[in-house]
């Protein structure tokens, strides 16, 4: 790989690593110091490679330009606060004697501990999704403007806002203690959540499926199953969810970037070994007694793996939704058990149940309508799918819709 190509992609792998591990020792309140190493550290990497050539270990030598980096923004910082503001506050007095630690260990221990700290319910959402995708995955600035559907300028202030306060409010990078663990876990799980939403039903640009954000979002859940005191069964059934929707990856897209609806899809295209990896997780979730919406989901999912089409499964699934509406309702939710409402009760019937939804603001509600009305009435089932078309983010989406509508 030539220097042009190995750097973007040592920035999203080691970017993250050497941030995480920096906080650790500066504090989240120096969380901007930290980043401004980590990025000085590429852009010496960019101009050192470019004229000498790619050291033999990459990694290594970005680990200790890094460390050296750091030693010196602490010398700096040792000589202002004891010579120019001798009383400045939030002073480490043992940071110079530090040896900052780039081992395996430390850096999985250090990245699960800021995954807490970033994931606080002190932040809103978004900005634990935004601090997520910069400080955990790497993703630059442009990327996560790309998800939100938002400017870089906008994505900068949240940022900035969600680090002022995570300083403010003296938040640690540690893991919580036993008995914080469960309510923190829940706002980490949700973090990973959404940002695998994010990826999953993409809105933004000319993808109709972000994959990387995903992936990302898998790979945050793969470090918490890995750790004792984070392997919870609610961890793995998200895995589990998340696991059964990536295995129709292929499936969902077609070659030319048009989203097929899951009834339209080419069951040949799924992935096995992920439908058996969401099945081990699955089968990992049930211990215990707590029964969490993404148990519910992800049993949800692992059904959709399955590629027959007869009324059990569907009367299974329609079950399943409305034990998670009750535990908890959202309206994605209620919109996807319509569907499986249709496949046990008829489509007039599933008609009546999704427009009491009244969802006029999605796309896939107004698509669902079309799908519903196919066949029974033509003109209504046109204008719903013009309806989802005025709606559609994507180019790639937009073209399947007008091809649905055009087909009537």
């Known amino acids: 790989m ?8 040592l920035f999203r792998t080691e970017y993250r690593k050497i941030v995480s591990v920096l906080c650790k020792y500066f504090g989240l309140s120096q969380v901007a110091l930290a980043e401004d190493i980590a990025s000085d550290t590429f852009l010496t990497a960019t101009q050192s490679w470019g004229v000498e050539g790619v050291p033999a270990n990459p990694v290594a030598w970005l680990y200790q330009v890094a460390k050296n980096k750091a030693k010196n923004a602490m010398h700096r910082k040792e000589i202002f606060e004891n010579k120019v503001v001798p009383q ?22 250090s990245q699960l501990q800021m995954m807490f700290a970033v994931c606080h319910p002190a932040l809103p959402p978004e ?23 938002t400017n870089k300028e906008t994505i900068n202030k949240r940022l900035y806002r969600a680090k002022e306060k995570l300083r403010e409010a003296h938040i640690a990078v540690e893991l919580p203690s036993a008995g914080e663990m469960d309510e923190r876990l829940s706002v980490v799980l949700k973090t990973i959540y959404l940002l695998f939403n994010e990826g999953y039903y993409a809105a933004g640009g000319d993808h109709t499926l972000r994959k990387d954000l995903c992936l990302e979002a898998i790979r945050l859940c793969t ?12 961890v793995n059934a998200l895995m589990s969810l998340m696991c059964f929707h990536a295995s129709r990856f292929d499936a969902r897209i077609d070659k030319d970037g048009e989203l097929v609806l899951y009834a339209d899809q080419d ?20 211990g215990g007694n707590e029964l969490s919406a993404y148990h519910l ?9 399955q590629q027959d089409d007869s009324e059990e499964k569907w009367n299974k699934v329609l079950q399943l939704y409305n034990r998670l509406l009750q535990l908890a309702y959202s309206p994605v939710a209620a919109l996807n058990r319509t569907y499986a409402f249709s496949k046990v009760y008829g489509k007039p019937a599933a008609i009546q149940e999704a427009e009491k939804l009244n969802l006029i603001g999605d796309r896939f509600y107004y698509l669902l309508l079309g799908e519903l009305y196919l066949h029974i009435d033509n003109e209504k089932a046109k204008q719903h799918f013009q309806r989802a078309l005025s709606l559609a983010k994507t180019t790639a989406e937009k073209q399947s819709i007008q091809k649905k509508a055009d087909a009537i």
């Open 2 to 9: 030539n220097t042009e190509g190995l750097i973007p992609h």
């Open 88 to 109: 400045i506050k939030d002073v480490n007095p043992e940071w110079q004697e530090v040896d900052i630690d780039l081992s395996p260990r430390n850096i999985i221990d």
């Open 127 to 149: 900005a634990q999704i935004g601090l997520s995708l910069r400080i955990l995955s790497g993703f630059g600035i442009e990327e996560i403007a790309r998800a939100f559907l």
């Open 223 to 234: 470090m918490l199953i890995e750790n004792n005191s984070t392997n919870k069964p609610a």
């Open 267 to 286: 069951a040949s295209l799924w992935n096995t070994d992920l439908i058996s990896k969401g099945g081990y997780f699955l089968q990992c979730a049930s």
């Open 297 to 305: 989901e992800a049993a949800i999912a692992y059904w959709h793996t």
